[in-house]
């Protein structure tokens, strides 16, 4: 299984910005391999994190482990807050 990190390279949000290099960063810490995604580049790939969340609405970053959900953010946060990073990634 891959980590799929999807994100945003554009954005004028500090706090979205500070969110994905958060995630980024622990990743990298722990030397767990992923692949980011970057939803700027194309619209098509927005839309289809969008699909795979199941909300129209859906804001990176968003965390998939292969096929399966992991989710966003703020359960990557609260997650490892509670020392649960791992399951939070389904590693």
Same mark, same amino acid.
């Given at each position: 299984?891959?980590? =799929? &990190? @999807?994100?945003? $390279?554009?954005? %004028? ?7 994905? $290099? !958060? &995630?980024?960063? @622990?990743? /990298? *810490?722990?030397? &767990? +391999? @992923?692949?980011?995604?970057? &939803? =700027?580049? /194309?619209? $098509?790939i927005k839309d289809e994190m969008r699909k795979r969340? %199941?909300?129209?609405? *859906? +804001?990176?970053?968003?965390? #998939?482990?292969g096929d399966a959900y992991c989710g966003d953010y703020?359960?990557? #946060? /609260? *997650?490892? !807050? /509670? %020392?649960? *990073? ?6």
């Open positions: 299984m891959v980590l =799929t &990190i @999807y994100f945003s $390279s554009v954005s %004028g949000s500090r706090e979205l910005k500070q969110q994905q $290099s !958060e &995630i980024f960063q @622990y990743l /990298d *810490a722990k030397q &767990i +391999m @992923y692949k980011a995604v970057d &939803i =700027t580049q /194309d619209t $098509s969340v %199941g909300n129209p609405t *859906a +804001m990176p970053p968003q965390v #998939f482990n703020s359960q990557f #946060f /609260d *997650a490892r !807050e /509670d %020392g649960k *990073a791992e399951v939070f990634f389904k590693l």
